[in-house]
């Protein structure tokens, strides 16, 4: 059974550096036909996708965000690390990481309940 | 603005079919793989539909997926309540290379 959940603070300065963290269970971060995503939802809008991690240590980041965004995993605790610099208000929503699956074209099929991320000083 | 388009509402009674279409263009939609999420409040996105008209496993029958040319489309067949919720589109963006995602429709049960 693949679960996943999301830590990290609830509310960070603007200019700040935002750490959140993703343990997961249930899969391997060890191929590349596995892969860890992280996708936002801004208060009352769309989802939007930030970056993906695959087995192998391949990464993907949302272009208009990239210079901002580094993901890393630590296969040994089953944890996904994403950190994004320089926050500001626009940054506030809730950020989901999931499971990604390439075979089969299923994609992002499993996601972790969220964690909510307010930026104000 | 989204890249992909979707209506912001649909609605339907019970039993009956509803239909959202998602539009992208050849970049996107015209490309790739579709993805459909059903999202309720304050809770994770559920994957309803995968690889175009594919269901995960325990996802009901009822729900299908196609699509054609630039478009997708999300149908719900013998509408019921639990299912009113967001729903929202995604794909990958071989121009901007992104997974995006469309505004989601909010469907309502009359």
């Known amino acids: 059974q693949i679960t996943l959940k999301e830590s990290g603070p609830t509310l960070v300065k603007p200019t700040q550096t935002l750490t959140v963290t993703c343990s997961f269970s249930?899969?391997?971060?060890?191929?590349?036909?596995?892969?860890v995503g992280w996708i936002r939802q801004s208060p009352g809008k769309s989802l939007e996708w930030l970056a993906l991690?695959?087995?192998?240590?391949?990464?993907r980041y949302r272009p208009p965000l990239q210079n901002r965004l580094t993901v890393t995993k630590d296969t040994s605790r089953n944890q996904v690390v994403l950190t994004m610099t320089n926050l500001d208000a626009a940054d506030t929503g809730t950020y989901f990481c999931?499971?990604?699956?390439?075979?089969?074209?299923?994609?992002?099929?499993?996601w972790g309940p969220g964690t909510r991320v307010t930026v104000s000083s | 603005q989204s890249v992909l388009t979707q209506p912001p509402s649909a609605s339907g009674t019970p039993g009956q079919r509803v239909t959202i279409s998602c539009s992208g263009s050849?970049?996107?939609?015209?490309?790739?793989?579709v993805y459909w999420y059903q999202q309720f409040p304050e809770t994770a996105p559920k994957l309803v539909i995968y690889h175009n008209d594919r269901r995960p496993s325990g996802v009901p029958d009822r729900f299908s997926g196609s699509t054609s040319g630039t478009s997708a489309s999300l149908t719900i067949s013998g509408l019921r309540s639990e299912d009113e919720a967001h729903y929202y589109c995604?794909?990958?963006?071989?121009?901007?290379?992104?997974?995006?995602f469309g505004g989601g429709t909010k469907v309502t049960v009359l």
């Open positions: 050849r970049v996107n939609i015209g490309r790739g793989f």
């Open positions: 249930g899969f391997s971060l060890t191929t590349n036909d596995v892969g």
């Open positions: 999931s499971h990604y699956e390439t075979r089969d074209h299923i994609g992002f099929d499993f």
């Open positions: 991690i695959y087995g192998h240590d391949d990464r």
């Open positions: 995604t794909t990958w963006d071989d121009k901007l290379s992104d997974w995006v």
